[in-house]
C-alpha cells in the first residue's frame, strides 16, 4: 500500500521558518518526481517546489530564495525548508510522487501551515 505521509506543519509568526516532510513508504521511491503543493482556502492547489529523480529543482517564483527542497532517497523522505514565510504561504501543503512513465501519481493527506503577521 502506497502511503505518503507529510509532517512538519504548524503555526509560525511571519518570518519564520518551517521545515517540512513527506515520508514515502510502498514505492520505489528513488524513481518518483516529488512535489510539494498547496492549497489555501478558496483557491486552486498550486506547486509550491519540486525535485525529480535526477535531482533537478524547480520553484514557484513566490518562494525562490525563501524555501528549499531536498531528498534523501535512503530515508524516503522529500524535505521543503522553509524560511521567512509570509502570512501569504498559509495553506494546507500536500506531498506529491510521480512517475509519468509509468502513469503513477499518488498524494498525501496534506499539513496545515499558518503564518500568523
Known amino acids: 500500500q502506497v502511503q505518503l505521509v507529510e509532517s512538519g506543519g504548524g503555526l509560525v509568526q511571519a518570518g519564520g521558518s518551517l521545515r517540512l516532510a513527506c515520508a514515502a513508504s510502498?514505492?520505489?521511491?528513488?524513481?518518483?518526481?516529488v512535489g510539494w503543493y498547496r492549497q489555501a482556502p478558496g483557491k486552486q492547489r498550486e506547486l509550491v517546489a519540486e525535485?525529480?529523480?535526477?535531482?533537478?529543482?524547480n520553484y514557484q517564483d513566490s518562494v525562490k530564495g525563501r524555501f528549499t527542497i531536498s531528498r534523501d532517497n535512503a530515508k524516503r523522505t522529500v524535505y521543503l525548508q522553509m524560511n521567512s514565510l509570509r502570512s501569504e504561504d498559509t495553506a494546507v501543503y500536500y506531498c506529491n510522487a510521480d512517475r509519468p512513465e509509468y502513469r503513477l501519481n499518488y498524494w498525501g493527506r496534506g499539513t496545515q501551515v499558518t503564518v500568523s503577521s
Open positions: 510502498g514505492i520505489t521511491f528513488s524513481y518518483y518526481a
Open positions: 525535485i525529480t529523480s535526477t535531482f533537478s529543482r
